[in-house]
């Protein structure tokens, strides 16, 4: 830890970084302010209107798109203005994340304080935010076109991207944390595994349901509308059939809702079966708080579909998938090396 230390820091202070950058983009789309910037200008864009002539330019190229035309079409510019700030604090700590992760990864690279797999994995890295950078004009692209609304498909592909990088930039940390490996019980890394599969799946379908508004409706816990476990919009409202599970409203969210039990019952056999092994200080520390946090999302989950996604609760949902997976990720990393 000690010779690595500042590149630990560094990659520390990257997940720290896209975890605020997930937190406001979860603002961003929870306040519909996601295409109120429909252009993209990559230095010129950092910097937002800076006069009144500047706010009525960007509001007028705002007016020229369907988001404007067929749902904001009553809004003034200070309505504008305060959707267009989160936009931009968005797109603007995505460049700042850039910056962070480039010009030390230079510094870090010349100097040979990087060994030749942390190169490696940090090439990676650096392709995997390239990669969302693109995802996302990919995904606001999708809503200037005929619909006031981003394409859910690429919406999941843009926040899982988000969650895929922070995951990997806290395991090549923990490569340099912990870089001696010891002996490890396969059974249990390969459960954890299917655990963590089984994480992505469901904050898949939650970006689903967020791009699709899925949490609007069916505001009733633990059954469906009607008293129904399964309601019957579940599989009426697309054809074919199976279509009603990635695409429609009902039936993306009956995916979210009942893959939770899914995700608390992995974690919780999990830690029962670790409860027959002999385990580290840091293995354990893992468990516990895995086990805690599976619970407080689940509760959260709970709270945001019955009060119908308030703004505070819907953020709070995604933050604690975030650490949900930083706790799986930590969990899986202590029982592989």
Not at 145 to 153: A, E, G, I, L, N
Not at 202 to 218: E, K, N, S, T, Y
Not at 243 to 252: C, I, W
Not at 277 to 302: H, M, S, Y
Request: charged letters at 15%.
């Amino acid at each position: 830890m000690k010779k690595n230390k500042y590149v630990v820091y560094w990659l520390l202070t990257g997940c720290f970084l896209i975890f605020v950058m997930v937190l406001v983009g979860g603002i961003t789309r929870l306040t519909h302010s996601g295409l109120s910037i429909s252009d993209y200008k990559l230095i010129q864009g950092t910097i937002p209107p800076m006069n009144e002539q500047e706010w009525q330019e960007a509001f007028e190229l705002y007016k020229q798109y369907p988001e404007y035309q067929k749902l904001n079409n009553h809004f003034g510019i200070e309505e504008f203005k305060d959707i267009y700030f989160w936009e931009w604090l968005h797109r603007v700590i995505g460049r700042f994340i850039g910056v962070v992760f480039i010009i030390p990864f230079l510094y870090f690279l010349f100097t040979k304080k990087l060994e030749k797999p942390t190169v490696k994995k940090c090439l990676v890295l650096l392709f995997m935010g390239g990669f969302q950078g693109f995802l996302g004009w990919y995904m606001v692209k999708s809503g200037l076109v005929d619909r006031p609304d981003v394409s859910h498909f690429r919406l999941a592909a843009h926040l899982t991207t988000a969650f895929l990088t922070f995951a990997y930039s806290l395991w090549v940390a923990l490569d340099l944390i912990y870089p001696y490996k010891k002996e490890i019980n396969l059974k249990i890394r390969n459960l954890i595994r299917v655990g963590l599969v089984l994480l992505l799946l469901q904050i898949i379908w939650g970006a689903f349901v967020a791009g699709l508004d899925a949490g609007f409706i069916h505001n009733h816990w633990p059954l469906m509308s009607d008293g129904k476990l399964i309601h019957e919009t579940v599989y009426i409202e697309q054809q074919p059939v199976i279509k009603n599970f990635y695409e429609g409203k009902s039936g993306v969210q009956f995916v979210h809702r009942y893959l939770a039990y899914i995700v608390v019952g992995i974690i919780a056999l999990i830690w029962f079966r670790t409860r027959k092994i002999q385990r580290t200080p840091l293995q354990e520390k893992g468990l516990q708080t895995l086990l805690a946090l599976v619970f407080i999302q689940f509760v959260l989950g709970v709270l945001t579909l019955i009060y119908a996604v308030p703004l505070w609760l819907g953020i709070a949902h995604q933050i604690g998938a975030f650490f949900l997976l930083a706790a799986m990720t930590f969990t899986l990393h202590r029982f592989s090396k």
